[in-house]
């Protein structure tokens, strides 16, 4: 599949657009994409280059299955793995099998977000890949987007949708680095693996000391292992992925067999670093969060793919409101931070607390016990870090 855009050039285009998105995740590609459907003008920057892998359990909610047919993409005929069932294993091997209700798709980000790049442009929305946003200005109710190289964009908003970690929240000067506020980092890696037999419909979660690891099919015949591990794991073992692995996640006995003797997939680890699950603002100087640069829910509480959509259709219904002069700018700001916080921070909050049980021995074996003799329970858990339909 051919690349959607090409570099952006070095001066400074004429027109003025609607909309400017920093991130080409699904959380940005989905919003531009609707922006662009709607007859709007909108640029969207992505510092790579498609496609290329991202860090991410590459598991989508059914929640957003019809929210993505709309939007075109046909997941009807990309013959995805669905997942039904799901096992969640403490460090000890203590296991609980479940009914995965809602259920989900596996599609690689490989795949999904190219062909999201591409259905946006050919809606008319402008994407420069290959291309860092340096700055984000706003003077006179115009935003200012600088990007390496010296070429500046204006647009009449702008959205923030760079993921859990930028420069930009730096210059933005964004409350949730401040000292005060820091606490334990994390550092999450990626890699597909060929597991022979591994169930086309099954979620495997497995919990070592300080952290966790997902595994679950995508198509290829390939299962995405995702973990995320206190940094601390990692400094600890001279700053090998490969000695924590050996040394704290093949602890887990289940998970043991999967990191032994697998192959893996061509494609080196992904590694990303600097993860908190800080509370963080919806809105930094005009700018509109969306994705995980408004609120990272743990991985294994909770599905971040699914929230940064859902977050997309929220704010592009506000944005068309503002560009059509119905809302102001403050009311804009105002209405989506209330809609965002009542459509997901109890989804957020839930993460945050299932979390804490999480790669500790002690509790995760204890609350797995108590799961397994109240099946109602984790009914409930699941569907406080799930949505519905939209």
Not at 2 to 9: E, K, L, N, V
Not at 34 to 41: D, T, Y
């Amino acid at each position: 599949m051919p690349s959607p855009a090409t570099s952006a050039p070095q001066k400074m285009p004429a027109e003025l657009y609607d909309c400017a998105i920093i991130g080409g995740g699904v959380a940005g590609l989905t919003l531009a994409l609707q922006l662009a459907q709607a007859g709007r003008k909108v640029v969207l920057f992505e510092k790579e280059t498609y496609p290329f892998h991202r860090v991410c359990g590459e598991y989508i909610s059914m929640e957003n299955y019809d929210f993505l047919c709309r939007l075109g993409v046909p997941l009807a005929e990309m013959d995805l793995p669905k997942m039904t069932r799901f096992t969640v294993s403490s460090p000890t091997g203590e296991a609980l099998h479940h009914p995965l209700d809602i259920g989900g798709l596996g599609i690689t980000r490989y795949v999904l977000d190219q062909l999201l790049a591409r259905l946006a442009t050919e809606y008319g929305a402008t994407i420069w890949e290959g291309t860092k946003v340096t700055d984000v200005g706003f003077a006179d109710e115009q935003f200012t987007i600088s990007v390496a190289g010296g070429a500046t964009y204006q647009a009449r908003t702008a959205c923030g949708a760079w993921g859990k970690h930028a420069n930009l929240d730096s210059k933005l000067q964004r409350s949730f680095l401040e000292p005060s506020r820091q606490g334990r980092q994390f550092v999450a890696v990626k890699y597909h693996l060929q597991i022979d037999h591994f169930p086309q419909d099954l979620v495997e979660m497995h919990n070592f000391r300080d952290g966790y690891c997902g595994l679950s099919p995508v198509p290829g015949g390939l299962t995405n292992c995702s973990y995320i591990s206190d940094v601390r794991n990692l400094r600890a073992h001279g700053n090998s992925v490969a000695e924590m692995e050996r040394q704290v996640l093949m602890q887990n006995p289940l998970l043991r067999p999967y990191l032994q003797e697998a192959q893996r997939e061509g494609n080196p680890p992904i590694v990303i670093s600097q993860i908190t699950f800080r509370e963080r603002s919806t809105v930094d100087a005009h700018v509109l969060m969306l994705g995980d640069a408004a609120g990272t829910i743990a991985p294994l509480a909770g599905n971040g793919m699914s929230m940064g959509m859902n977050a997309s259709f929220l704010l592009h219904g506000l944005l068309l409101e503002f560009l059509e002069g119905r809302i102001s700018r403050a009311e804009l700001e105002q209405q989506y931070t209330r809609a965002w916080r009542r459509l997901l921070l109890l989804r957020i909050t839930a993460g945050r607390f299932i979390h804490q049980f999480f790669g500790r021995p002690s509790l995760t074996t204890l609350a797995i016990q108590v799961l397994k003799r109240v099946p109602g329970l984790t009914n409930q858990v699941l569907k406080l870090t799930h949505g519905r339909s939209y």
